[in-house]
T-cell receptor, first 111, second 115 residues
Framework: DQQVKQNSPSLSVQEGRISILNCDYTNSMFDYFLWYKKYPAEGPTFLIS?????DKNEDGRFTVFLNKSAKHLSLHIVPSQPGDSAVYFC??????????FGKGITLSVRP | EAGVAQSPRYKIIEKRQSVAFWCNPISGHATLYWYQQILGQGPKLLIQFQNNGVVDDSQLPKDRFSAERLKGVDSTLKIQPAKLEDSAVYLC?????????????FGPGTRLTVL
């Protein structure tokens, strides 16, 4: 039973355009959501997070939106850069602080 | 500040053999995690330590996997005997710990191939 779903395995965008990465969750006990970025042969690195009491969090080119009623979050990258090409994991946690990850989405930013 | 260190980076073994992975967390981090990431999947938590005690090992296949964190610092994850389906990247992560979520810092992982 997958509690965090990233239904699109890959996304390709042109440099300078917006990248929108989507994530859905099923467990209503999740109250904190994170995005991790992973380059090949490296471990995931934290990118941005959002608490369930907010609906938006921004950090430079990265913005995460949370729609609790739809159990949906999205990561927007504007403008996209070739260095953003990586695998992006959506993750969620609740009272037990245990992270549950989605399958990841491979973003390719074309120069 | 040094990151999470893991070794070896790559390991190839035959099925039914044994293998061990080592992790050195970030200094001062009380909580240590081992994750298994199968190709095409997200990381799945195997075991979580708080200092040298186990907090959660509910998804650890205890018939073949074992882990220890002696002295609350370094940790070792062992598989004995290995199966083909154990082929994956094994990630170690650490955090400051505490009752609420703290950012987890991941090591580069050990890629295990079981033939």
């Amino acid at each position: 039973d997958q509690q965090v779903k990233q239904n699109s395995p890959s996304l390709s965008v042109q440099e300078g355009r917006i990248s929108i990465l989507n994530c859905d969750y099923t467990n209503s006990m999740f109250d904190y959501f994170l995005w991790y970025k992973k380059y090949p042969a490296e471990g995931p690195t934290f990118l941005i997070s959002i608490s369930s009491i907010k609906d938006k969090n921004e950090d430079g080119r990265f913005t995460v939106f949370l729609n609790k009623s739809a159990k949906h979050l999205s990561l927007h990258i504007v403008p996209s850069q070739p260095g953003d090409s990586a695998v992006y994991f959506c993750a969620a946690t609740g009272a037990n602080s245990k992270l549950t990850f989605g399958k990841g989405i491979t973003l390719s930013v074309r120069p | 500040e040094a990151g999470v260190a893991q070794s070896p980076r790559y390991k190839i073994i035959e099925k039914r053999q044994s293998v061990a992975f080592w992790c050195n967390p970030i200094s001062g981090h009380a909580t240590l995690y081992w994750y298994q990431q199968i190709l095409g999947q997200g990381p799945k938590l195997l075991i979580q330590f708080q200092n040298n005690g186990v907090v959660d090992d509910s998804q650890l296949p205890k018939d073949r996997f074992s882990a220890e964190r002696l002295k609350g610092v370094d940790s070792t994850l062992k598989i004995q005997p290995a199966k083909l389906e154990d082929s994956a990247v094994y990630l170690c992560a650490s955090s400051f710990g505490g009752p609420f979520y703290n950012e987890q810092f991941f090591g580069p992982g050990t890629r295990l191939t079981v033939l």
